[in-house]
């Protein structure tokens, strides 16, 4: 049993399910709940039991961004309420803030319940998917509250809706609904009444009939591809099928098809 002050963790089917645990706050945001992320998120990293890793939140809402009072607060000029100390700074793409989550080896969906803000957004652009109930809420606030497109949102806005529709959600900090969010292609939504189901379902089939191996290098690619020619994605492809053919993953893949059985990867 993983314990955590401002969050829950639970495994089932191989699926990590990290839930944001301040319900009474919206989940709002503190320095407490940025180190427990780090923390669960490494322990589902290394766990060879999860597969793959779902980040919801408790109640009406995944994260309505920072704690509000501890905005004030640091407003006002009180230097306790100063926020958690940054990375040291490094030109490591996967060593900013929150990208830290790119190169976690396992797909992470964001399961957007509820109202959706700041940095809870920017932590949603880092996972590989989002899926947002119907009738839910976002938006970035950075220009309503005096600040600025924050942890790299505006590069990873700008590479997942394309520079017309990012500069539109940060510069208006208007509330967007999930019909609109998917229309942008940030997310994509699913009923309300089903929703925590459906992404548990959906986590669940990834680690249960996807090579953990090949969704590992995949997201490697994913991740890669926005600095790379089309040319060197190309290669690091041929490179890495060429590596695949000789694992066990891909004997079982083939194995499993043919004999229409569910699969048994092992990751190797």
């Excluded at 990290?18 to 992320?37: C, G, H, Q, Y």
């Excluded at 803030?97 to 803000?117: E, F, H």
């Excluded at 019909?179 to 548990?200: I, K, N, S």
């Excluded at 994913?222 to 994605?233: F, K, N, S, W």
Aim: aromatic share 6%; net charge neutral.
């Amino acid at each position: 049993m993983v314990s955590a002050e401002q969050m829950k963790f639970e495994v089932s089917d191989r699926v990590a399910t990290i839930t944001f645990d301040r319900p009474d706050k919206m989940n709002a945001w503190t320095p407490v709940m940025e180190s427990e992320l780090r923390r669960l998120m490494a322990i589902a990293s290394e766990d060879d039991d999860v597969r793959a890793i779902v980040i919801t939140g408790a109640g009406r809402g995944f994260c309505a961004g920072a704690d509000m009072g501890r905005l004030s607060d640091a407003s006002s000029g009180n230097t306790s309420a100063a926020p958690p100390v940054a990375p040291a700074e490094s030109d490591d793409d996967l060593a900013q803030r929150y990208s830290y989550l790119l190169a976690v080896p396992k797909p992470i969906i964001a399961g957007i319940n509820g109202a959706i803000a700041g940095v809870g957004l920017c932590i949603a652009l880092y996972c590989d998917l989002r899926f947002m109930a119907a009738g839910a809420k976002l938006t970035t606030s950075f220009a309503r509250r005096g600040l600025i497109a924050e942890h790299g949102s505006a590069w990873m806005l700008r590479q997942l809706i394309g520079p017309m529709n990012a500069a539109d959600l940060l510069l208006s900090g208007r509330v967007v609904e999930a019909a609109e969010a998917e229309r942008l292609g940030l997310v994509r939504m699913l009923p309300a009444d089903t929703f925590r189901e459906t992404v548990q379902q959906t986590a669940s089939d990834f680690a249960n009939l996807c090579s953990p191996r090949s969704m590992r290098i995949i997201k490697q690619q994913l991740t890669a591809a926005p600095r790379q020619t089309l040319a060197e994605a190309t290669q690091l492809a041929n490179r890495e099928v060429a590596i695949c053919r000789g694992t066990e993953d891909f004997k079982e893949g083939v194995a499993h098809f043919i004999e229409k059985r569910t699969p048994r990867f092992t990751g190797k």
